[in-house]
């Protein structure tokens, strides 16, 4: 008997540490499989030599496709068909980037707390009341119209699978082992919501809400005077001012009231103000060889693996190389034998926020030009790890998705906000890069975008036969004065969107006189444009890169190089010399003012007077907008630009009053030298505090995050200078994510450098392979291959062969 | 000598399995070779644990060096292990040691509960309890 029950605790336990090794317990990763050195996270670390096996056996290819890898990890993929190359760009990019092609899409669809638990849920909740997955399900309808698109995609599709069905658990990348889940397999729905996720990213916020509370805070005239469509001085528009466009007869219904300004304390997500990037192209008349350079540096939140993956892609007719975003076949940013482009942000809002009524608490219904219209419901199911699934139902109206409302999130509003987004809508934005992708001129350029809708892009362009070019390319509802500024009434039709512009007509310049063009996600047009626009645009990259680009000649690609790394800081060069002298003598005496003193406004990695402005301003910046920071009220800072103009013009302004102050009227001058004091106590704790020295570099803390936050796989505290509102626009999370120069002679040359490595694994030694540079200014040359047998040296060829059956 | 016989018969066992089936051959290998080969309770668990616990350690160990350390430095401060690859390779050995072990041990629990204990004892004690003989 004894020796039944020895056995039987010893089974027991046995059994215990098998169940516990085998499928982990509540977030600590199952050990055994885990750490097994033979499959289990030992067997991801790859030698520093990569092995490339000399020829793969794929099931599913129509013919012989040759990959060429060169010393980077770049591929070089030559195909004999479409229907090869994009499987071939399928099945290397997952090899590559599997983990994070799923993840970004889990992510997107509201789909975190699946991998990670219920603390992701409230997330997941607000993703799928934006609508991603349904504006996705739509962009897959408009795939499956267009023949191309849809072989594409489907191509593309079936080479991810082709890898996921390769995959054992010992080559399972490492981020599942760690999370311990597995992969599903890839769908055209997958590369829908990649493209929504960007969209999202790029055009998902929009200020209505915080502007209709700025109103209800400030009254309408600060409001107007502190979020000014255009600002009260010259602005440097993409398009040059002076430019004459088209006069159009606009017939808009226009309600005598633009919105609806109450307290909205709903809990937005919060996005960096350095969303952005700067591109630019001049022409040959201005450069040393004669042949027009093309330059692109998109800012995105810099995170590993990166956001992009370098690849060239060749068959017949079609030789491309650039960086594309794993999830999407064809190449995003890049060039080919003929033309380059490259793409920033364009800034206007495209996302209007309605206040919708309903008839009763059954939200069945709402009010529509005094008619009740039925809601449509479109259920939720969220899985949630390790716990039963949340069902949720996100409410439809016509203009979008109800994202806030009672019930809905934790405020605690009695409203219901219903989202109108140009994102929303079928699109075919994959379309449009494959025929970036193999035009030959301007004129295939302009068709290429034409049909571009969601996120708004400046699509900057330069050719080997001279031409350059930019068209601010999206689809733009055409608006009456203000409106979408604010929240408005959605019981009206007058307030929705009633026409678009015509494509035509978007802002667009092509071999100016001035010999360049360029846009940093500044105003698309002086106010000489037709139609009305609002946001919240540049004022300092684009005037820096435009009296940069005017005042150069012979320009080369070196030159260049300079100018994507440029740290001057045009912000602190026009506000700092008041703050200066708007100092009194008690603080006068700080040793921090002599090395302010001694500045010449760049925002070097080892700059220390660049730390104390960025300190001093933020203190100033946060003084002067007091009225602004309201518990449970969402506001949104002005723009610096504005907040110097205020500090220019109007020193005495009730804006500087200090609110809660009510026996004082602080002006400009107290509010200076008070945020002077803050700053030197700021600046005093931290040296303290972190025992080191003030350089920028130290200050800001670049990282560059692992995706699921995992700190250990991430880079942190980054050895490199420039700020948002700089050229070098790298803040300490956000920052140029591809610096891309391309030299459009015969053949063409390309450089290129992001943040971050071929590689997804953290096990690679290509994970990180560009950081170095990167943060050094500093880029590779890219071989642009003419074709399979062009090898460099460092470069090995792998063979992917069907298996016959 | 058995313990010996048992040691070189996992380290084969484990060996050829690990490359091609789950971590877990290191519990079933052991078991089935405990209820095979019989030892005592505290040789049974040995004769596991240190050969798998040795295979575990030395394979990291080749896989750490040949990677020039690119991901144990970082697994080791995800664990968290204050980025010691040393302690990695030891907690990867105990890991295997304590499965593999406890599975020889659970192995040799089932062999003793099946085949009669009367002349185990015996021979070992040379005494039986009084009330076993009466069964």
Redesign the interface.
């Known amino acids: 008997m004894r ?2 029950l ?2 039987f605790i ?2 027991i ?2 059994a215990g ?2 169940y516990v ?2 499928f982990g317990v509540a977030h600590i990763p199952p ?3 885990f ?14 030599k990569p092995v490339i096996k000399e020829s793969l056996s794929i099931a599913g290819l129509q013919d012989e496709v040759t990959v060429v890898y060169d010393d980077r990890l770049v591929p070089h993929i030559f195909a004999k068909n479409a229907h090869d190359l994009f499987f071939a760009q399928g099945y290397i990019t997952a090899t590559n980037r599997l983990w994070q092609m799923e993840f970004q899409t889990h992510f997107a669809a509201g789909r975190v707390s699946e991998i990670v638990g219920e603390k992701t849920l409230e997330l997941d909740r607000m993703q799928r009341r934006k609508g991603l997955m349904y504006a996705a399900e739509l962009t897959v309808e408009a795939f499956d119209s267009d023949t191309l698109a849809k072989d594409i995609l489907e191509s593309y599709s079936d080479g991810v699978n082709a890898y996921i069905s390769s995959l054992t ?1 010992k080559t399972l990348p ?1 981020e599942y082992k ?1 999370l311990n889940y597995y992969p599903e397999p890839w769908s055209k729905l997958k590369s829908a919501l990649l493209l929504k996720y960007m969209a999202d990213m790029l055009t998902g916020k929009s200020m209505d809400i915080e502007l209709s509370n700025a109103i209800s805070l400030l009254g309408e005239e600060i409001t107007e005077l502190i979020y000014p469509d255009f600002p009260d001085t010259l602005i440097d528009p993409i398009v040059p001012v002076g430019t004459t466009f088209p006069h159009t007869d606009i017939h808009l219904d226009t309600p005598s009231v633009i919105g609806i300004h109450q307290h909205y304390n709903v809990e937005s997500e919060k996005t960096s103000d350095n969303i952005g990037s700067n591109n630019w192209a001049v022409s040959g008349s201005k450069t040393k060889t004669g042949a027009p350079i093309l330059c692109n540096d998109p800012h995105l939140q810099l995170n590993l693996p990166s956001i992009w993956y370098e690849i060239q892609l060749s068959m017949p007719d079609y030789n491309v190389y650039g960086v594309s975003l794993p999830g999407s076949p064809a190449v995003i940013i890049g060039f080919n034998n003929d033309i380059a482009w490259g793409v920033t942000n364009g800034t206007q809002d495209v996302k209007d926020w309605y206040k919708v009524t309903f008839k009763d608490a059954t939200c069945n219904a709402y009010l529509f030009d005094h008619e009740w219209k039925a809601i449509k419901e479109r259920p939720e199911k969220i899985r949630i790890k390790g716990k039963a699934s949340f069902i949720d139902t996100v409410l439809y109206t016509h203009y979008g998705p109800i994202a806030y409302g009672p019930g809905l999130s934790d405020d605690t509003s009695s409203y219901f906000l219903a989202s109108a987004w140009t994102g929303l809508e079928p699109s075919n934005e994959l379309l449009s890069f494959y025929n970036l992708n193999r035009a030959h001129n301007y004129d295939e350029y302009v068709k290429a975008i034409s049909t571009f809708q969601c996120p708004s892009q400046n699509f900057v362009f330069a050719s080997v036969s001279g031409d350059i070019a930019l068209w601010q390319q999206g689809k733009f509802p055409m608006k009456w004065p203000k409106q979408g500024k604010y929240v408005m009434d959605g019981s009206l039709s007058e307030y929705q969107w009633q026409q678009y512009i015509p494509q035509s007509e978007n802002p667009h310049i092509f071999n100016p006189s001035r010999q360049f063009v360029s846009s940093a996600n500044q105003h698309p047009t002086d106010t000489a444009y037709p139609y009305y626009y609002n946001g919240f645009f540049e004022h300092y990259r684009n005037r820096r890169i435009n009296e940069r680009l005017a005042l150069m000649n012979n320009i080369t690609v070196e030159d260049m190089m300079l100018l994507q790394n440029d740290n001057f800081n045009m912000q602190a060069s026009e506000s700092l010399p008041l703050m200066l002298r708007l100092l009194s003598s008690q603080n006068q005496q700080s040793a921090y003012l002599k090395t302010l003193n001694q500045w010449n406004y760049v925002n070097d990695a080892l700059s220390e007077a660049a730390t104390i402005y960025e300190v001093w301003y933020d203190c100033l910046d946060s003084l002067i907008w007091d009225e602004l920071y309201v518990e449970g009220k969402m506001t949104e800072i002005p723009l610096e630009f504005t907040t110097i103009r205020l500090m220019q013009r109007y020193p005495n302004h009730s804006i500087f009053d200090i609110k809660h102050t009510t026996d004082k009227k602080e002006t400009l001058d107290d509010l200076v030298n008070q945020s002077f004091s803050q700053a030197i106590n700021i600046l005093d704790d931290w040296k303290t505090k972190n025992n080191k020295s003030l350089t920028w570099f130290e200050y800001k803390a670049t990282s560059i995050q692992h995706l699921a936050r ?4 991430s880079a942190t505290n980054i050895e490199i200078g420039g700020n948002k509102r700089i050229v070098n626009a790298c803040d300490s999370r956000w920052g140029p994510s591809w610096r891309m120069i391309v030299s459009l002679e015969n053949p063409i040359k390309a450089y290129g450098v992001y943040p971050g490595g071929q590689s997804g694994n ?4 290509f ?1 990180t392979t560009g950081i170095e540079k990167w943060r050094k200014g500093e880029y590779y040359e890219l071989f642009f291959m003419k074709d399979a047998s062009d090898l460099q040296p460092g470069m090995t060829t792998q063979t992917l062969q069907t298996i016959k059956p | 000598m058995r313990s010996f016989v048992k040691i070189l018969l996992t380290s084969a066992l484990v060996l050829v399995a690990q490359l091609y089936l789950p971590w877990y051959v290191i519990m079933i290998i052991p078991f089935v070779i405990s209820i095979i080969i019989k030892t005592n309770g505290a040789a049974s668990f040995f004769s596991a644990s240190i050969p798998v616990s040795f295979i575990w350690i030395i394979q990291a160990y080749l896989i750490h060096t040949a990677t020039g350390d690119i991901l144990t430095s970082r697994m080791a401060h995800v664990f968290p292990l204050d980025g010691s690859a040393n302690l990695l390779l030891l907690v990867t050995g105990i890991i295997g040691g304590i499965a593999s072990g406890l599975a020889g041990l659970t192995g040799n629990a089932f062999r003793n509960m099946l085949i009669s204990p009367d002349s185990n004892r015996k021979r070992k004690t040379g005494y039986i309890p009084l009330n076993q003989r009466r069964r």
């Open positions: 020796r039944f020895w056995f010893l089974a336990l046995s540490l098998f090794l085998q050990a055994g499989k750490l097994n050195p033979f499959s289990g996270f030992w067997a991801n670390a790859e030698p520093a658990y490492l760690l995992i700190i250990p796989f953290p096990g690679s030694h994970y």
